[in-house]
């Protein structure tokens, strides 16, 4: 067993020969990944491998059949020179193959690995999903991509054909808007394809599971999808012109979590949980000690049911209707003030 630790240096005087891929970073950052080996109680540090740019988070790295996958970014976005790439080491850290130059002018979202496949999510104005064939470690290549508007901040396997993604939805322009959920069909690895999609709420709507996978709660044998949820909704569309409907932020209608199921004809909401007052008391856009955070589905004498948490309470929901069952209040420490 191994364990990676990646850690992006900003040091823009950084000497040629300290890059092993080849390709010195235009703006200086970049990544090093220190490799130790576990066996037998005892903790061993193997190499270390150094690329370009910077990594977004756990799942643009990944190690499959003895080879280390990593998928970097560097560049600025916002001046329109940055790329996205994967590079692929060997047990012994020397650089395989690589695949670089993609999506240029925008960062990585969101990145997964799945075997023989890779997928990146970037962004800026569209969102390319791409689709890379891994299965030749020394010759990575992209097979397909998908552009549409908006970004998955989290994409999460269903199978070995699906992928659910989470982020947000955004106009033809790139003008962010509310949480979307998608699902993707990778069947066909070159045309990938976006089967299914919801988006909740409107710009300023956000998930704490965009940013924090656990908080992302599928239950593939039932379908079920629980995610956190800062709703929020603009009063009064309908006398807004299409440019101030896209630019105007929503106004708070629920903090808690949504309630969705995977149909085979497509997302079905089935309504939220919330630990709020109805309607929500404050209108902070952080996250209070009532606000979801986490949520878990649990099955027994015949009822469905899910577990909502936040700080200061446990919630129990019947899945067949959301209809509130139980709850515990948890004690509230001296040094912190309730929101709500």
């Not at 364990?3 to 890059?19: E, G, V």
């Not at 940055?82 to 999506?103: E, P």
């Not at 952080?286 to 986490?294: D, F, K, L, N, T």
């Amino acid at each position: 067993d191994n364990i990676y630790i990646a850690a992006t240096n900003y040091d823009y005087f950084s000497p040629a020969n300290r890059d092993v891929t080849g390709q010195l970073p235009r703006d200086g950052v970049w990544t090093a990944v220190l490799k130790f080996g576990i066996a037998a109680g005892k903790v061993t540090f193997k190499h270390l491998v150094e690329v370009p740019g910077s990594v977004l988070n756990q799942f643009s790295m990944d190690e499959h059949e003895g080879f280390f996958r990593i998928a970097t970014t560097y560049g600025e976005m916002w001046s329109g020179d940055s790329v996205s790439n994967v590079f692929i080491f060997d047990a012994d850290g020397h650089a395989q193959g690589s695949v670089t130059g993609l999506a240029p002018g925008e960062r990585i979202f969101s990145a997964r690995f799945q075997g023989d496949t890779g997928y990146i999510v970037t962004f800026r104005q569209v969102d390319p999903l791409f689709v890379i064939d891994l299965s030749n470690p020394s010759a990575p290549r992209v097979l397909g991509e998908l552009k549409i508007p908006g970004w998955s901040d989290y994409l999460h396997p269903v199978d070995g054909k699906h992928l659910l993604g989470l982020g947000k939805a955004a106009t033809d322009e790139g003008v962010v808007q509310g949480v979307k959920v998608a699902l993707f069909d990778v069947s066909d690895p070159t045309n990938p394809t976006e089967k299914y999609s919801m988006v909740l709420g409107d710009r300023g709507t956000e998930s704490e599971a965009t940013h924090d996978h656990k908080a992302f709660l599928f239950h593939q044998p039932t379908n079920l999808l629980v995610f956190p949820l800062t709703l929020r909704e603009i009063a009064h569309k309908d006398g807004m012109s299409e440019e101030e409907r896209q630019w105007a932020y929503g106004e708070l209608a629920m903090d808690g979590a949504a309630v969705l199921y995977l149909g085979e004809s497509g997302f079905e909401h089935r309504g939220y949980v919330s630990h709020m007052p109805v309607p929500p008391a404050t209108d902070h856009w952080w996250h209070g000690v009532r606000s979801v955070y986490r949520a878990t589905y649990m099955a027994g004498g015949g009822t469905e049911a899910l577990f909502s948490y936040s700080q200061r309470e446990i919630r129990v929901h019947d899945l067949a209707n959301l209809a509130q069952l139980s709850q515990v209040t948890i004690s509230q420490p001296q040094c912190v003030a309730d929101s709500a």
